[in-house]
Nanobody
Framework: QVQLVESGGGSVQTGGSLRLSCVAS????????IGWFRQAPGKEREGVAI???????HYAESVKGRFTISQNSAKRTLYLQMDLLKPEDAAMYYC???????????????????WGQGTHVTVSS
């Protein structure tokens, strides 16, 4: 069974930084699209950043220049470096993936097969 486990969430002040990690296990495919999604209370789930095995990346416009998605395939670990955090970034952040797949210039929220449990991020003004 494919599993994704996130960590690294916490509470920071506006302008601060956090680095989220997602460790994947139990997947048999070399091709994938994996990324970060977030959901704040009362709001719809939204894509943040995605990356595939070819290192193609796509970011939400709201986080460009502040967040960086990366991966260490050998360690089966995904990262999200979040800098210059704003109160609007506060949400539960989820790692999600689809196998086999490649990423496109959009967030395939409804088709992602596997989701992690989430890690919470709060940002105070």
């Amino acid at each position: 069974q494919v599993q994704l486990v996130e960590s690294g969430g916490g509470s920071v002040q506006t302008g601060g930084s956090l680095r989220l990690s997602c460790v994947a296990s139990g997947y048999p495919y070399a091709s994938y699209c994996i990324g970060w999604f977030r959901q704040a209370p009362g709001k719809e789930r939204e894509g943040v950043a995605i990356i595939d095995a070819n290192d193609y990346t796509h970011y939400a416009e709201s986080v460009k220049g502040r967040f960086t998605i990366s991966q260490n395939s050998a360690k089966r670990t995904l990262y999200l470096q979040m800098d210059l955090l704003k109160p609007e970034d506060a949400a539960m952040y989820y790692c999600a993936a689809d196998w086999p797949e490649v990423c496109g210039d959009y967030f395939p929220i409804e088709t992602l097969e596997t989701w992690g449990q989430g890690t919470h991020v709060t940002v105070s003004s």
